[in-house]
């Protein structure tokens, strides 16, 4: 089992839509966890951190769940701008990010 | 306030061959993550260093070795390059406390023929 695994993409939303991923990681002792965006051919690019039960920034909201070791990205009201890979990531001892394969994100017109 | 650089930002080597990657961490970090990124996948830690020493490591064979400077800054060697070894090399530094914020830098990518 990987330790984090995502939602198989690609997603394909129109504009305006609401749109989830999830993420589940197998590491219980994980305290830190992050959603990171990455475009095409760019690094990742820090989206949100969740630390405790979730929060919210704007149109998005990330939420935990620790009995069930997952991690959810909500993007609301979806902009072509949102199209991009949605990278989950939980932080181990020693500032080592441990990864999932992405989500691709297609917002269309 | 310059973030993380990363030199050369493409290359291009054949089966065999070695290659040194550099990154400059963000002004104020001490320490140096290194991750290889391939294509479709999510980027998979290789190594850390942290006051010039390789603090903790990925499963990555010996091929892979790394030195950071007195400066921070960090190199990343690999040797006999194999056609799997083709990636976005990604740089990544933070403050060196246990859960401090990673800033990563463009990235290396390295097509190896």
């Known amino acids: 089992r990987k330790e984090v695994e ?26 830190s966890f992050f959603w990171y965006r990455q475009d095409c051919r760019k690094e990742p690019k820090l989206l949100m951190s969740v630390y405790s039960s979730g929060n919210e920034d704007g149109r998005f909201t990330a939420q935990l769940n620790r009995a069930s070791q997952y991690i ?20 181990e001892y020693g ?13 269309k017109s | 306030d310059a973030g993380v ?8 080597k054949t ?17 140096v993550s290194w991750y290889q990124q391939a294509l479709g996948q999510g980027p998979q830690f290789i190594f850390q260093y942290y006051e010039e020493e390789e603090r903790q490591r990925g499963n990555f064979p ?20 194999l056609l799997g070894d083709s990636a976005l090399y990604l740089c990544a530094s933070s403050a060196g406390t246990p859960t401090g914020e990673l800033f990563f830098g463009e990235g290396s990518r390295l097509t190896v023929l």
Do not use: W
């Open chain 1, 6 to 31: 995502q939602d198989p993409g690609p997603f394909n939303v129109p504009e305006g839509a609401t749109v989830a991923f999830n993420c589940t990681y197998s590491n219980s002792a994980s305290q």
């Open chain 1, 72 to 91: 959810s990205l909500l993007i609301r009201d979806s902009k072509l701008s949102d199209s991009a890979t949605y990278l989950c990531a939980n932080m």
């Open chain 1, 95 to 107: 500032n080592k990010l441990v990864f999932g394969a992405g989500t691709i994100l297609r917002v």
């Open chain 2, 5 to 12: 650089t990363q030199s050369p930002t493409h290359l291009i």
């Open chain 2, 15 to 31: 089966r065999g061959q070695q290659v040194t990657l550099r990154c400059s961490p963000k002004s104020g970090h001490d320490t």
């Open chain 2, 62 to 81: 010996d091929r892979f070795s790394g030195h950071q400077f007195p400066n921070y800054s960090s190199e990343l060697n690999v040797n006999a390059l």
